[in-house]
């Protein structure tokens, strides 16, 4: 199954996924199709007119084009995701969690699209990583 990422681009999530046998959707790897993409001359200038019009789909216009641009990046994975894995309260070094935002427009599109999900906290000592590695790990084996 594909499994979303939250924050997108964190390497422990993606880890876990991979691990119990499913695909994870992440922005790494949206991210790497964009910069390796012919068509782009210079990166980061990798935006493209239907980059904006895909951010449009999920926020409007009077949104910051900093969460429009996330969205347009993240929003067709979490349309194409049949789960996801949600961390709650990550530190700032951890994946991206600079535009709480972009944050709170993720959880709702993944709560909107119905999908199965985990929201575990981000753990703060080993007994804490333990329990939150074994709730994902019961979420992933769940996942037919």
Same mark, same amino acid.
């Given at each position: 199954?594909? /499994?979303?990422?939250?924050?997108? !681009?964190?390497?422990?999530?993606? $880890?876990? /996924?991979?691990?119990?046998?499913?695909?994870?959707?992440?922005?790494? &790897?949206?991210?790497?199709? @964009?910069? $390796? !993409?012919?068509? /782009?001359?210079?990166?980061?200038? !990798?935006?493209?007119?239907?980059?904006?019009?895909?951010?449009? @789909?999920?926020?409007?216009?009077?949104?910051?084009?900093?969460?429009?641009?996330?969205? &347009?990046?993240?929003?067709?994975?979490?349309?194409?995701?049949?789960?996801?894995?949600?961390?709650?309260?990550?530190?700032? !070094?951890?994946?991206?969690?600079?535009? &709480?935002?972009?944050?709170?427009?993720? @959880?709702?599109?993944?709560?909107?699209?119905?999908?199965?999900?985990?929201?575990?906290?981000?753990?703060?000592?080993?007994?804490? &990583?333990?329990?939150?590695?074994?709730?994902?790990?019961?979420?992933?084996?769940?996942?037919?």
């Amino acid at each position: 199954m594909k /499994v979303f990422i939250d924050p997108p !681009n964190s390497m422990i999530l993606y $880890d876990l /996924v991979e691990r119990f046998g499913h695909e994870p959707l992440s922005a790494m &790897a949206a991210i790497q199709e @964009k910069i $390796d !993409n012919i068509e /782009v001359d210079m990166p980061p200038m !990798n935006v493209s007119l239907d980059d904006v019009v895909k951010g449009l @789909k999920y926020a409007g216009v009077e949104v910051p084009s900093g969460i429009r641009g996330r969205l &347009a990046i993240w929003g067709p994975m979490i349309d194409e995701a049949d789960a996801a894995i949600i961390m709650t309260d990550p530190p700032f !070094n951890f994946g991206c969690v600079g535009c &709480a935002r972009s944050d709170e427009m993720v @959880k709702y599109l993944i709560r909107r699209r119905g999908i199965p999900f985990v929201e575990v906290e981000y753990p703060h000592d080993e007994t804490e &990583a333990e329990a939150t590695v074994g709730s994902i790990k019961d979420f992933l084996e769940g996942l037919q």
